[in-house]
């Protein structure tokens, strides 16, 4: 048995962590836009990235050059996403990476994340001149507030969360998490940096199986528009300070938290004013759910609509059954349609009245809801979530790079 509590601290909430947000001029101004957390206690740092297949430089630097080494520092810079930038960015990060270890002997295997614009180089000189404001011991209680601000692009808020993991004998550990992410989030572990400390002492043969399985409860399930990004990436450190451990107390506690922040991303969606989740039931299997789900929390037509709050089933259906064309099993004689709770359409039969549609849109209007797909074919099950689609998203995407 175990109890799960609520914190303050963020990443640093776990003992043996520090982190803070430096300002190096990468977005003008004062403005926070470089991020680092400090593993007291050096570790293995696992990680799971991107499918797409144009991994960005950084990506690649930590297969290449630390995957299964301890690390003790991890540097985030926003702005830049180095990807598409060849050998040069490669070098890059470990011409920053040199220089960061050469004015703080302490870090040792530093790891490089990065998010902005795609193709262009790091800015690498104004980066190297900030990180004398790093601080490997500083720990004020706003820092790690400081350090999920820093890391954040097009996000309107700080996303971090943390818990502490009670156990029946008394026992105690810790899990902080921060992510950024806003736009270019699709349903393939989505597109945002995400990193985790605990000081669980965690079985090493255990960590990759929890952390996959959280990710695909919580950031594979969620859709802003639909592109992938090439510089995904979810990040796992462990101190072991704690010396106090459950498996199921810890997948749990990460679960919640991944969920919390895949909720908050999807919440900040750029332009979104509601989350809506797509549960569709009565699949052939589970994959098959899957693919319905997911189509639906991505299409720009159903988007649309929820961001209009029009309650036009009509592209809910068509959405399902262009899934027809990919080999799903899907048949409109079996099919059930309800949305924030009632019932639109049943096998072959239209509920949609204009009193129906009145009370539909109003629910649309009032926040989060639900639209529920039974398909009618068996017993796949899953839950995509997803937000609309308005003119704020084209605005910031129509000069994101100015």
Same mark, same amino acid.
């Given at each position: 048995m175990?109890?799960?509590?609520?914190?303050?601290?963020?990443?640093?909430?776990?003992?043996?962590?520090?982190?803070?947000?430096i300002c190096a001029g990468l977005k003008g101004g004062d403005r926070l836009d470089i991020g680092y957390i400090y593993m007291q206690r050096p570790c293995k740092v696992h990680a799971y990235f991107t499918k797409n297949a144009f991994r960005a430089a950084p990506l690649r630097y930590f297969i290449e050059h630390v995957q299964d080494k301890e690390s003790n520092f991890i540097l985030i810079n926003t702005k830049n996403a180095n990807a598409m930038t060849g050998k040069e960015g490669m070098e890059d990060i470990g011409e920053i990476l040199a220089s960061l270890c050469q004015m703080h002997k302490e870090v040792q295997n530093p790891i490089m994340c990065s998010t902005g614009v795609i193709g262009v180089r790091l800015p690498k000189e104004k980066i190297i001149s900030a990180l004398g404001k790093i601080s490997l011991n500083a720990k004020d209680e706003d820092a790690h507030k400081r350090a999920a601000e820093a890391i954040m692009t097009t996000d309107s808020f700080g996303k971090e969360v943390?818990?502490?993991?009670?156990?029946?004998?008394?026992?105690?550990?810790?899990?902080?998490?921060?992510?950024?992410?806003?736009?270019?989030?699709?349903?393939?572990?989505?597109?945002?940096?995400?990193?985790?400390?605990?000081?669980?002492?965690?079985?090493?043969?255990?960590?990759?199986?929890?952390?996959?399985?959280?990710?695909?409860?919580?950031?594979?399930?969620?859709?802003?528009?639909?592109?992938?990004?090439?510089?995904?990436? *979810?990040?796992?450190?462990?101190?072991?300070?704690?010396?106090? /451990?459950?498996?199921? #107390?810890?997948?749990? =506690?990460?679960?919640?938290a991944l969920q919390k922040l895949a909720y908050d991303i999807?919440?900040?969606?750029?332009?979104?004013?509601k989350v809506v989740s797509f549960r569709v039931s009565g699949a052939k299997d589970d994959l098959e759910a899957r693919y319905v789900a997911k189509a639906l929390s991505n299409s720009l037509l159903v988007k649309t609509a929820i961001f209009g709050g029009d309650p036009n089933w009509g592209r809910i259906a068509s959405t399902i059954g262009a899934c027809g064309a990919y080999g799903i099993t899907c048949d409109e004689e079996r099919l059930k349609i309800s949305?924030?709770?009632?019932?639109?359409?049943?096998?072959?039969?239209?509920?949609?009245?204009?009193?129906?549609?009145?009370?539909?849109?109003?629910?649309?209007?009032?926040?989060?809801?639900? *639209?529920?797909?039974?398909?009618?074919?068996?017993?796949?099950? /899953?839950?995509?979530? #997803?937000?609309?689609? =308005?003119h704020e998203y084209v605005r910031i995407n129509a000069d994101y790079r100015s």
């Open positions: 175990f109890e799960i509590l609520s914190i303050d601290g963020g990443v640093c909430a776990p003992e043996g962590f520090v982190a803070d947000g943390a818990f502490m993991v009670k156990l029946e004998n008394g026992e105690s550990f810790k899990i902080g998490a921060m992510a950024k992410g806003a736009g270019m989030i699709a349903p393939s572990l989505a597109t945002m940096l995400c990193f985790i400390t605990t000081d669980a002492k965690i079985d090493e043969g255990e960590i990759k199986e929890i952390l996959k399985e959280c990710i695909q409860e919580s950031f594979d399930r969620i859709s802003v528009d639909g592109d992938m990004s090439t510089n995904d990436s *979810v990040m796992l450190a462990s101190s072991g300070l704690s010396n106090a /451990y459950d498996k199921d #107390g810890f997948k749990y =506690g990460l679960k919640m999807v919440r900040d969606g750029e332009g979104a004013s949305i924030a709770g009632i019932l639109i359409y049943e096998n072959g039969r239209i509920y949609f009245s204009k009193e129906e549609e009145e009370r539909v849109a109003l629910k649309m209007q009032n926040g989060d809801f639900e *639209v529920h797909c039974d398909l009618g074919m068996g017993k796949g099950e /899953y839950i995509a979530l #997803g937000c609309d689609l =308005g």
